[in-house]
């Protein structure tokens, strides 16, 4: 049997992935994947525990956790689409006019 | 208790509500007569019911005379619909008895009377409806006053009337003398109305209820200095309502309102409500001898006061004003010694030649064009002569000449004051009966003799027959009115037994006693004697008085000048107060508060824009170095050295 440790040790690895993939790209696109990496690196650490202590609630949370980032995807494509329309580029560096 | 004792109060309380309403808001769609229609009738219909209660309740033993209504029956001990604050529960609860519906007849029957006045007299008026609706609130708020089954009521009523009255004397709102006798009506009225809210604190303390049947019942478990406390409390209410002294000074001003008003709520009915207050609250007082004697030295202080300015006054509402202060200092210098039946006499008679008096001027008034200045009248006996005969049945009246009412009540409240041994008061008040007719005749004689008319406005002759109507009746009531009390033949105290039972019998007022009314007929006939010489016969012998007693006239002219003294005892320093805090405190204290909380804010979002750069990526780095953080401050302090068990 796998070690818990090694479920997380993994999880941790996809997490960091996630955070540099969101912090250096500037295509939106590539960081809303960044972004489902860290939740499914969440996923990996609930699925894990469920299984180390034999409780089902961790399973469970998962399901709502790909809901919750289902909807998340949908709205914020919905929010490059719009950006693309009005602007025809969507680098997240240039989009800035709502600075102070 | 059967259905009509248990439902007509109500519908007498709220039928002038319910007239005020209709009037108030079917106003603007019914004719202009509608108002008046409908404000008489609603007040009829108050008089007729009030009096086959009081028919019917007066063919009941005396014990049982006296009786509390409430209403809704199955509401009116639910806590959801009135005040219920354990342990006090207040439900709407009516009282009836005797004292209470010898005031409902007067306030509906001459109330009525002066609401059939006001229709020929308010019929110039732009407001009339309004005026229509004002007086019948006013009736109202004077019925639930009397009708009140628990002092927190009584409050209710008590406030009610200083509202109505606030809002007639006022009435002419074009007229800033108007405006600010109103304004200083309602101002002294609310002084009372505090007194009135700490006796009923006191008593809430004390006796945990304020119904009058559990404060009367246990008035015996409250200490005698408790008692005085609550007293002089109410004490201070019935002065400013009934405009006694100190807080008299609102009544002269309050004849800026129209005279039906005058009549109504200045002369018969609002302000005697002080009276009914120390009748109410007897039994407080009669054991409580310091404040009840404080009640009779106010009382005979304020006759004594008035009836001297009385005598130097010129407009002629102003000398009824003060004459109406000094006879309630009667009534209530008999209520504070006890004499409940003479003082309530007193009261009844004081409605009808009061009203008749102010009733009279009004059509004088009227007739004149609105002059009230007697230096300007005169001669008018031959050019009005039902205002002068009715005018001259008021003044006999209050004279307290025979066979008028003023006659009977007074020396009733005289003889009480001699049989409870008050020599002092006794003197004073007999002195005031002297004043009283000297100034009434003097008012009379300028008014209606002294040689020919001295006005500059040709006057009308002619009345409506809606003022002429309701001021003969009245005359005719303040000549008969006083046989209420004939030698043997005692109608008050007989029909006021039931309200006093806790007093046993009621001592017989009206027997026949030579020597008080000997000196009292004596003193009023010298008042006139004194007035007709200087008046009619040497008005020359006037002029020398006025002028060597030149210092005594001006204090009496002004009052003995207690308007300029609160005016710098009270109003200066007041007003300078606020001119100081609107000059100083105002703007740079309140104003610098809020232009500095302004400047905060703003120099707080000046300087946290510079956050927000419009960043995608740098506020993403925020969030993971925040979220490292707290990762870090959970993992090495907070769960620091824990394990779970791991597989």
């Given at each position: 049997?796998?070690?818990?440790?090694?479920?997380?040790a993994?999880?941790?690895?996809?997490?960091?992935?996630?955070?540099?993939g969101?912090?250096?790209?500037?295509?939106?696109?590539?960081?809303?994947?960044?972004?489902?990496?860290?939740?499914?690196?969440?996923?990996?650490?609930?699925?894990?525990?469920?299984?180390?202590?034999?409780?089902?609630?961790?399973?469970?949370?998962?399901?709502?956790?790909?809901?919750?980032?289902?909807?998340?995807?949908?709205?914020?494509?919905?929010?490059?689409?719009?950006?693309?329309?009005?602007?025809?580029?969507?680098?997240?560096?240039?989009?800035?006019?709502?600075?102070? | 208790?059967?259905?009509?004792?248990?439902?007509?109060?109500?519908?007498?309380?709220?039928?002038?509500?319910?007239?005020?309403?209709?009037?108030?808001?079917?106003g603007?769609?019914?004719?202009?007569?509608?108002?008046?229609?409908?404000?008489?009738?609603?007040?009829?219909?108050?008089?007729?019911?009030t009096?086959?209660?009081?028919?019917?309740?007066?063919?009941?033993?005396?014990?049982?005379?006296?009786?509390?209504?409430k209403?809704?029956?199955?509401?009116?001990?639910?806590?959801?619909f009135?005040?219920?604050?354990?342990?006090?529960?207040?439900?709407?609860?009516?009282?009836?008895?005797?004292?209470a519906?010898?005031?409902?007849?007067?306030?509906?029957?001459?109330?009525?009377?002066?609401?059939?006045y006001?229709?020929?007299?308010m019929?110039?008026?732009?407001?009339?409806?309004?005026?229509?609706?004002?007086?019948?609130?006013?009736?109202?708020?004077?019925?639930?006053?009397?009708?009140?089954?628990?002092?927190?009521?009584?409050?209710?009523?008590?406030?009610?009337?200083?509202?109505?009255?606030?809002?007639?004397?006022?009435?002419?709102?074009?007229?800033?003398?108007?405006?600010?006798?109103?304004?200083?009506?309602?101002?002294?009225?609310?002084?009372?109305?505090?007194?009135i809210?700490?006796?009923?604190?006191?008593?809430?303390?004390?006796?945990?209820?304020?119904s009058?049947?559990?404060?009367?019942?246990?008035?015996?478990?409250?200490?005698?200095?408790?008692?005085?406390?609550?007293?002089?409390?109410?004490?201070?209410?019935a002065?400013?309502?009934?405009?006694?002294?100190?807080?008299?000074?609102?009544?002269p001003?309050?004849?800026?309102?129209?005279?039906?008003?005058?009549?109504?709520?200045?002369?018969?009915?609002?302000?005697?409500?002080g009276?009914?207050?120390?009748?109410?609250?007897?039994?407080?007082?009669?054991?409580a001898?310091?404040?009840?004697?404080a009640?009779?030295?106010?009382?005979?202080?304020?006759?004594?006061?008035?009836?001297?300015?009385?005598?130097?006054?010129?407009?002629?509402?102003?000398?009824?004003?003060?004459?109406?202060?000094?006879?309630?200092?009667?009534?209530?210098?008999?209520?504070?010694?006890?004499?409940?039946a003479?003082?309530?006499?007193?009261?009844?008679?004081h409605?009808?030649?009061?009203?008749?008096?102010?009733?009279?001027?009004g059509?004088?008034?009227?007739?004149?064009g609105?002059?009230?200045d007697?230096?300007?009248?005169?001669g008018?006996?031959?050019?009005?002569?039902?205002?002068?005969?009715?005018?001259?049945?008021?003044?006999?009246?209050?004279?307290?000449?025979?066979?008028?009412?003023?006659?009977?009540?007074?020396?009733?409240?005289?003889?009480?004051?001699?049989?409870?041994?008050?020599?002092?008061?006794?003197?004073?008040?007999?002195?005031?009966?002297?004043?009283t007719?000297?100034?009434?005749?003097?008012?009379?004689?300028?008014?209606?003799?002294?040689?020919?008319?001295?006005?500059?406005?040709?006057?009308?002759?002619?009345?409506?027959?809606?003022?002429?109507v309701?001021?003969?009746?009245?005359?005719g009531?303040?000549?008969?009115?006083?046989?209420?009390?004939?030698?043997g033949?005692?109608?008050?105290?007989?029909?006021?037994?039931?309200?006093?039972?806790?007093?046993?019998?009621?001592?017989?007022?009206?027997?026949?006693?030579?020597?008080?009314?000997?000196?009292?007929?004596?003193?009023?006939?010298?008042?006139?004697?004194?007035?007709?010489?200087?008046?009619?016969?040497?008005?020359?012998?006037?002029?020398?008085?006025?002028?060597a007693?030149?210092?005594?006239?001006?204090?009496?002219?002004?009052?003995?000048?207690?308007?300029?003294?609160?005016?710098?005892?009270?109003?200066?320093?007041?007003?300078?107060?606020?001119?100081?805090?609107?000059?100083?405190?105002?703007?740079?204290?309140?104003?610098?508060?809020?232009?500095?909380?302004?400047?905060?804010?703003?120099g707080?979002?000046?300087?946290?824009?510079?956050?927000?750069?419009?960043?995608?990526?740098?506020?993403?780095?925020?969030?993971?170095?925040?979220?490292?953080?707290?990762?870090a401050?959970?993992?090495?302090?907070?769960?620091?050295?824990?394990?779970?068990?791991?597989?």
């Open positions: 049997m796998i070690p818990t440790n090694d479920y997380l993994a999880a941790a690895a996809l997490f960091v992935i996630g955070v540099i969101f912090l250096m790209r500037r295509n939106p696109i590539t960081m809303l994947m960044a972004i489902e990496l860290m939740w499914n690196a969440g996923n990996l650490v609930f699925a894990a525990f469920a299984r180390n202590f034999v409780d089902m609630s961790g399973q469970i949370f998962v399901f709502i956790v790909i809901t919750v980032a289902a909807a998340e995807a949908a709205i914020a494509l919905a929010i490059v689409v719009m950006v693309f329309r009005r602007r025809r580029e969507v680098d997240v560096d240039d989009v800035s006019m709502l600075r102070g | 208790m059967d259905k009509f004792l248990a439902t007509v109060p109500f519908t007498i309380l709220f039928l002038p509500l319910f007239g005020a309403i209709v009037i108030a808001f079917v603007p769609r019914v004719h202009r007569a509608g108002a008046a229609i409908i404000g008489n009738l609603s007040i009829f219909g108050a008089f007729v019911l009096a086959m209660l009081a028919y019917t309740v007066w063919q009941m033993p005396a014990t049982q005379q006296a009786f509390t209504v209403y809704p029956p199955a509401w009116a001990a639910h806590p959801a009135w005040a219920h604050i354990p342990p006090l529960t207040i439900s709407f609860e009516l009282r009836i008895d005797p004292l519906l010898v005031w409902m007849l007067i306030v509906t029957g001459v109330g009525f009377l002066i609401h059939l006001s229709v020929g007299y019929a110039e008026s732009r407001w009339y409806r309004t005026f229509f609706a004002y007086m019948n609130v006013f009736v109202f708020a004077m019925l639930m006053l009397v009708m009140a089954g628990n002092f927190l009521w009584l409050l209710v009523g008590w406030g009610g009337v200083g509202l109505a009255s606030y809002l007639l004397i006022g009435f002419d709102s074009n007229r800033i003398a108007a405006v600010a006798a109103a304004r200083k009506a309602l101002i002294m009225n609310v002084i009372g109305d505090v007194g809210m700490l006796a009923i604190f006191i008593m809430f303390a004390h006796f945990g209820s304020l009058y049947k559990v404060v009367f019942a246990n008035i015996t478990s409250a200490s005698t200095n408790t008692l005085d406390w609550i007293g002089i409390w109410l004490l201070l209410g002065v400013a309502k009934s405009a006694q002294l100190p807080l008299h000074t609102w009544l001003d309050a004849m800026e309102g129209p005279t039906p008003v005058s009549a109504l709520i200045h002369a018969a009915t609002m302000v005697t409500a009276v009914y207050l120390v009748a109410r609250a007897h039994p407080i007082y009669d054991h001898p310091a404040a009840a004697m009640v009779a030295v106010v009382g005979c202080a304020s006759a004594v006061f008035a009836a001297t300015v009385g005598m130097a006054q010129y407009d002629i509402k102003r000398v009824l004003a003060y004459s109406t202060m000094s006879q309630i200092g009667y009534m209530v210098l008999a209520v504070g010694v006890g004499a409940y003479a003082g309530t006499f007193h009261f009844v008679t409605a009808f030649f009061k009203a008749l008096l102010f009733m009279a001027a059509i004088i008034i009227h007739n004149l609105g002059e009230q007697i230096r300007k009248m005169g008018l006996a031959r050019r009005m002569p039902l205002a002068f005969w009715t005018f001259l049945v008021g003044t006999l009246a209050i004279a307290g000449i025979f066979p008028f009412a003023g006659f009977f009540s007074k020396d009733a409240i005289l003889d009480q004051l001699l049989a409870l041994h008050h020599p002092i008061l006794w003197a004073f008040a007999t002195a005031t009966a002297l004043l007719a000297y100034y009434m005749f003097r008012l009379l004689f300028m008014t209606f003799f002294t040689g020919e008319y001295r006005g500059d406005y040709e006057p009308h002759t002619a009345s409506a027959r809606t003022m002429v309701p001021t003969v009746i009245l005359a009531l303040a000549t008969v009115g006083g046989f209420l009390v004939l030698p033949r005692d109608e008050i105290s007989h029909a006021l037994q039931g309200a006093f039972t806790d007093r046993g019998t009621l001592p017989t007022i009206g027997e026949i006693n030579w020597l008080v009314s000997g000196v009292t007929t004596l003193a009023a006939l010298a008042g006139i004697a004194g007035a007709y010489w200087l008046y009619e016969r040497a008005p020359e012998l006037r002029a020398r008085l006025r002028n007693f030149a210092p005594v006239h001006r204090l009496l002219a002004n009052a003995y000048y207690v308007d300029a003294i609160y005016h710098w005892i009270f109003e200066v320093p007041v007003l300078t107060f606020a001119s100081d805090v609107a000059k100083y405190i105002d703007p740079e204290g309140v104003g610098g508060f809020s232009a500095g909380l302004a400047r905060a804010t703003s707080i979002g000046e300087a946290m824009r510079g956050w927000e750069t419009g960043y995608l990526r740098r506020y993403g780095l925020t969030m993971v170095i925040g979220m490292v953080l707290v990762l401050y959970y993992l090495f302090v907070v769960h620091a050295g824990t394990s779970i068990g791991m597989r």
